[in-house]
């Protein structure tokens, strides 16, 4: 089974199967195919990934986010008076990922060459009908594309014209993408010309991506463009393989990324629902609204204040946040109304240690962005929505008959991004997700070499030592609150995969966005146009501030795994181009 954003992307996983890969070959070809295809996404974004491998019945996590590059610094950042690093362009930048990424995986745990995997998007990137979406998106950003001369070159073919960039079913040819790739190609052929291993080989085209003439090229193209990267900034950088984290819900252990994600705080939620009966409320109900709602907002909070980089200090308090008797302390904040001065707990405690920035969460509220209540959120095209629910991602699922399944969440170098030289590699956006002042969140301070607390959010459920649910989503700050619902709509509320992925959901705004001028609206709440009139009635008397959508998530997309037949359920949303293949 093969899941990504894109039908193309399904069918370049789908290809790949047919040729005898197996879920992690089939997710590298989807991911290069969609990082060809700009579903908001680029080669210069970064990946992660959770992987079940069969052979040892462990999940395991990829982390392929890149780094700040030297030079981005706090002061750096303040002298040109930014309150946060900014949303598009060269500064924008952390080093890319996504080539790493997918290297590391196919080297690791795939089973086919580099060459095999990077056909489709290869073949793409000689020239493909361009979908309206993309294409659209090019002319409606244009004039931000103007102002990087690589991207203009790449992205705009009819310069000077009333349309400049490609028409909808247009041949798109990127001539300079397709060099870069086939570099790696070449590189991986030589290798194992010269008796290298496939994984050598595989590892030989990813020191040429970041210490060859690749890199060479990108750190030239950024730096002309004002961007920050050295030879060295590429050079250093490592793919992580890590340990996930965990809680078990009801049964059923769920795992995420490290807290350089918001993954935890899906898995903080489950903590505090778990002492609710979710059941009994009914789905969709305003006891369950309320409810949920406030533990995004109790699980949030704390995400904003305490993620960060685990490898730079000072180190998250994951093990107290984690608490299941920490939740319970939450969940006991959870009020008939909703509470709009939720803010950050105190986890130190449940983890034996004293919290030593306690004098940081009495100033944080001052700190704080805050969207205008009295203004209502102006429908889809509302630039605050855009924060929350459109900046960036795509989502790929994959599952094989040997017991391989890959979740993966790509993400940056969306459009209008900036191109890095003649590579046509799209840089990342990433960091804008730093903060420049501690009392936001002194874990997530800008530094050189360190990666930004990221929205991107892969997800896998285990159930009796077997694969239950791998599911992902594209949506920003968004995602974990989609992804929660989801499995909360298959647990509690007995749907299918399907039905979980289509379902309404809810988006909670009373949590800071990580983009753009990273504004929360405490009460902000977007529900379905479906949702009847006696729960809307009743959810404002609880002092939710309300706008209704037909859409209500981004595309989710989802595997399920029946046992009992010994069947996969694969489950993609309607809100999107995403797309499914199974065979």
Not at 207 to 227: L, M, N, P
Not at 314 to 335: N, T, V
Not at 484 to 493: D, G, H, Y
Not at 538 to 545: A, E, Q, S
Request: net charge negative.
């Amino acid at each position: 089974m093969a899941i990504t954003g894109k039908p193309l992307g399904a069918t370049a996983g789908a290809m790949i199967f047919n040729q005898g890969g197996n879920a992690v070959d089939a997710s590298c070809a989807m991911l290069a195919a969609v990082c060809t295809m700009w579903d908001v996404l680029s080669w210069g974004g970064e990946t992660q990934a959770l992987i079940y491998n069969p052979n040892t019945g462990k999940v395991i996590a990829i982390n392929a986010m890149g780094l700040a590059p030297t030079g981005a610094t706090v002061d750096f950042f303040k002298e040109k008076n930014m309150p946060y690093p900014p949303e598009f362009g060269p500064l924008a930048a952390t080093t890319p990922g996504t080539p790493g990424g997918l290297m590391t995986m196919l080297a690791e745990y795939g089973t086919m060459s580099l060459e095999e995997v990077l056909a489709p998007a290869m073949e793409m990137a000689k020239g493909y009908p361009i979908e309206a979406q993309t294409a659209n998106n090019i002319e409606n950003r244009k004039d931000l594309i103007k102002e990087w001369p690589y991207s203009k070159k790449v992205f705009l073919p009819h310069l000077g014209e009333e349309r400049e960039a490609p028409y909808p079913g247009e041949v798109f040819v990127q001539d300079d993408l397709y060099q870069t790739l086939k570099k790696m190609v070449d590189t991986e052929k030589q290798a194992l010309a010269q008796g290298k291993s496939r994984k050598e080989a595989i590892y030989a085209a990813n020191e040429r991506f970041y210490k060859g003439d690749i890199a060479e090229e990108i750190v030239r193209g950024t730096r002309e463009q004002g961007g920050l990267f050295t030879m060295e900034d590429l050079a250093k950088w490592k793919v992580k393989i890590e340990e996930p984290l965990m809680v078990n819900y009801k049964g059923i252990d769920v795992y995420k990324l490290q807290e350089w994600t918001q993954g935890p705080a899906l898995l903080q939620s489950l903590n505090i629902l778990e002492n609710f009966d979710l059941k009994s409320m009914g789905y969709n109900s305003a006891n369950y609204i309320n409810t949920l709602y406030q533990t995004l907002s109790l699980a949030f909070s704390d995400r904003d204040f305490y993620y960060g980089d685990p490898e730079f200090l000072p180190k998250s308090p994951m093990k107290g946040l984690l608490s299941k008797d920490y939740a319970k302390e939450r969940a006991k904040l959870i009020k008939e109304n909703n509470n709009e001065e939720i803010g950050p707990g105190d986890p130190y405690p449940f983890q034996g240690e004293k919290n030593p920035f306690r004098h940081l969460l009495e100033k944080r509220k001052e700190a704080l962005v805050y969207f205008q209540p009295e203004i209502p959120i102006q429908g889809s095209e509302d630039p605050y929505l855009d924060h929350f629910l459109k900046a960036g991602t795509t989502s790929i699922q994959a599952a094989d008959a040997e017991g391989w399944v890959v979740s993966v969440t790509p993400s940056g170098g969306w459009i209008p991004a900036a191109i890095a030289g003649n590579t046509g590699v799209g840089l990342s956006q990433r960091m804008q997700s730093f903060v420049l002042d501690e009392t936001m969140n002194p874990f997530n301070v800008l530094e050189p070499g360190k990666r930004p607390r990221v929205t991107l959010t892969p997800s896998m459920a285990l159930k009796d030592g077997k694969p239950f649910l791998s599911f992902a989503v594209q949506g920003a700050d968004t995602q974990d609150q989609n992804l929660l619902q989801m499995f909360l709509n298959i647990v509690e509320f007995g749907m299918t995969v399907q039905e979980a992925a289509e379902a309404a959901n809810i988006t909670s705004y009373q949590m800071q966005s990580s983009f753009g001028a990273h504004e929360i609206k405490p009460g902000g709440l977007t529900l379905n146009s479906q949702v009847p009139s006696y729960v809307r009635n009743d959810l404002k008397k609880r002092g939710y501030i309300m706008d209704f959508q037909d859409r209500t998530s981004g595309p989710l997309n989802a595997i399920w795994f029946d046992w009992k037949h010994s069947t996969f359920w694969g489950g993609s949303s309607n809100n999107g181009e995403d797309h499914g293949i199974a065979w």
